[in-house]
């Protein structure tokens, strides 16, 4: 069966630091692996993705993100923190079983950043 | 621009009372999903739709049911058989049948009076 774990449900960095949010996931087949951005109040927007291919994942904002099958984990990062990455990120895996692509979330990281 | 349009923003509900959340999309989507946000559980599918006229509960549909009359609107509408009904619901849409990244409307705040 599927499953996603984010490690630590908060993580602070200080401006222009590295950010690092965990993610590793269990699925029986090969998978689709996401990282959303979702600020207070509004909906999830998609920041990267890996289907196929080069493993790691270049996205918008300076994000990035590397499958590594061996530790099934799709962590996410960006060299320099900025005030305006204050926000939750989600983690989301999706394989295909009977019936077609089913999509697990995370239970999300909320990014706090430190003037 | 294209996206998702969901209404309203805020929803009230009084107990007993049916309601219902829109959701429309002009992105040429055929997959279109409900989904039940609340803190610190991340996201939980409730029902989805691959086509018109033909929808799928997903993991939380009780107290839930939805229509696909049209490919760009997908309505749910929350019944007084759901107890717990205050959440944030987000619907999104995908191209097709394989998920190569969902596509967010801005949510509702549904919370019951």
């Known amino acids: 069966a599927q499953s996603v774990t984010q490690l630590g449900s908060h993580v602070s960095v200080s401006e222009g630091a590295l950010v690092l949010l965990r993610c590793n996931y269990s699925s029986s087949v090969p998978p689709y692996l996401f990282w959303y951005v979702q600020y207070p109040n509004q909906g999830l927007q998609l920041l990267l993705k890996?289907?196929?291919?080069?493993?790691l994942v270049k996205g918008i904002n300076g994000f990035e993100a590397e499958f590594k099958k061996s530790e099934t984990s799709f962590h996410l990062t960006k060299p320099s923190a900025h005030m305006s990455d204050a926000a939750e990120y989600f983690c989301a895996v999706s394989d295909r079983g009977t019936g077609g692509f089913k999509t697990i979330f995370g239970a999300g990281t909320r990014l706090f950043v430190k003037a | 621009d294209g996206g998702i349009t969901q209404s309203p923003k805020y929803l009230f509900r009084k107990e007993g009372q049916n309601v219902t959340l829109s959701c429309e999309q002009n992105l040429n989507h055929d997959a279109m999903y409900w989904y039940r946000q609340d803190p610190g559980q991340g996201l939980r599918l409730i029902y989805y739709s691959q086509i018109v006229n033909d929808f799928q509960k997903g993991d939380i549909a009780e107290g839930y049911s939805v229509s696909r009359e049209k490919k760009e609107s997908f309505p749910l509408t929350v019944t007084s058989a759901q107890k717990n009904p205050t959440a944030f619901y987000l619907c999104?849409?995908?191209?097709?049948?394989?998920?190569?990244?969902?596509?967010f409307g801005s949510g509702t705040r549904l919370t019951v009076v």
């Open positions: 999104a849409s995908s191209i097709g049948r394989d998920n190569y990244g969902y596509t």
């Open positions: 890996y289907t196929t291919g080069a493993t």
